[in-house]
């Protein structure tokens, strides 16, 4: 333990003395391990936001799309629309005992204005099924109703962003009037904020008025459908409930059963499972590159530590001749090259937690709902990593230092 002690204060001492040296060498390793930490950040903020978005979304929960989306398909020879007869089909309690509610859905994003602002958003044509498949609730005025939609009715209810967007407000809407696409809307009430924002763009950010409305005076495609959401009677009868939607469909499509489906059926599982995978696969993509340059910083530790084993050469020569092991050397500038990654190390984590707190402020800023977290495990990973690379490419030095002849290293010019 004293000779660590020893080796840790003459460690120390050799760096001070090169203070510009040994800033220079770390640097390297600060940006190799802000790199590290700022990523795993970022990718965890970019899942949580994801996760908490599609979770948002509701429970029980399948979305029916128009056309094959599986993997080897080709979406272009097999695809079709969904319609309004589709959706009827799938009200039937008989022919689908395990849905509770069928919610379809047009989205079309327009430009929309309101008391001299203008605003590009999703306008969403939506039934009042909708506001139950989705768990959705007005902070002030009522959801879309049946009236709304037999009448084709130009009323709008406004996501807290839009409304933000467009009036600088979230209260004290109803009977203002909005104008979608140029045509007048007045304004029926407000949603509340669901957050989350990764799935189909912001949540809070959209225009909800009736399916029927936005048949006729937005998309312009009667009886066509974007999305059919279905909600399950409960949780544990989403299987059921996806089986004998794709039972209706089929019959419905007049596909064989040699023939694969021309829609596509998502739980919430699968959305979270397809977007929990892409957003791990690219932080463990950028966690490489960013390791990529600790590699760097370390070659930059080696290559100094050479430089320094030469100059203190007779140094070491010395030391031998006084009676200084070959373990004491080893130790001593294995000790130093430790010290400037773990130096190194430290300050990356205190430069990529600022990056990390950084970027949250730019994403929310820009109303991106990313927030970057600096996760134990990403620290001590960092720490770990930065020691590792700090013995890897300082034994060499250190070695080459132990090795060296009292008396060779005594006549070192």
């Not at 940006?31 to 970019?46: D, T």
Request: hydrophobic share 50%.
């Amino acid at each position: 333990m004293a000779t660590f002690w020893l080796a840790l204060r003459d460690a120390v001492r050799s760096l001070l003395a090169n203070k510009m040296r040994s800033l220079l060498t770390v640097l390297g390793i600060v940006i190799g391990v802000a790199a590290v930490i700022a990523m795993l950040a970022i990718g965890r903020g970019a899942e949580n936001s994801i996760t908490s978005s599609i979770e948002g979304i509701g429970t029980n929960l399948l979305f029916v799309m128009p056309g094959r989306m599986r993997p080897g398909s080709n979406p272009a020879a097999i695809s079709r629309h969904l319609t309004l007869t589709d959706v009827r089909a799938l009200e039937d309690p008989l022919a689908a005992p395990a849905v509770a509610q069928v919610a379809p859905l047009v989205i079309k994003d327009s430009v929309v204005t309101a008391a001299g602002e203008s605003h590009v958003t999703s306008v969403v044509g939506v039934t009042p099924n909708y506001a139950a498949a989705r768990n959705y609730h007005t902070t002030e005025g009522r959801f879309i109703n049946d009236t709304d939609l037999a009448g084709r009715a130009s009323v709008a209810l406004l996501g807290p962003d839009a409304a933000q967007a467009l009036f600088g407000r979230t209260a004290g809407l109803v009977g203002a009037t909005v104008r979608i696409a140029g045509q007048p809307f007045r304004v029926i009430g407000v949603l509340e904020a669901k957050g989350g924002g990764a799935l189909s763009g912001n949540q809070d950010d959209r225009v909800l008025i009736p399916l029927t409305t936005a048949m006729a005076r937005i998309t312009h495609k009667p009886n066509r459908v974007d999305v059919i959401m279905v909600s399950a009677t409960s949780a544990d009868e989403v299987n059921e409930a996806r089986q004998e939607v794709e039972a209706i469909l089929r019959e419905r499509h007049h596909l064989r059963p040699d023939q694969d489906d021309d829609f596509t059926i998502f739980t919430q599982e699968e959305f979270l499972g397809t977007f929990r995978t892409i957003t791990r696969v690219l932080t463990i993509f950028l966690g490489g590159i960013a390791g990529i340059s600790l590699l760097v910083g370390g070659i930059g530790i080696m290559n100094i530590m050479l430089v320094s084993v030469t100059e203190r050469t007779r140094e070491i020569g010395l030391r031998k001749a006084l009676g200084a092991r070959k373990r004491d050397i080893l130790i001593q500038f294995l000790t130093e090259a430790i010290l400037l990654s773990l130096v190194g190390g430290l300050l990356g984590i205190v430069v990529g937690w600022g990056i990390a707190v950084a970027v949250g402020k730019i994403a929310a800023a820009s109303h991106a709902d990313i927030v970057p977290q600096v996760g134990l495990n990403a620290v001590l990973l960092a720490t770990l990593f930065s020691a590792a690379v700090g013995v890897f490419f300082g034994l060499y030095p250190a070695n080459r230092a132990a090795g060296l002849e009292p008396v060779e290293a005594l006549r070192y010019e």
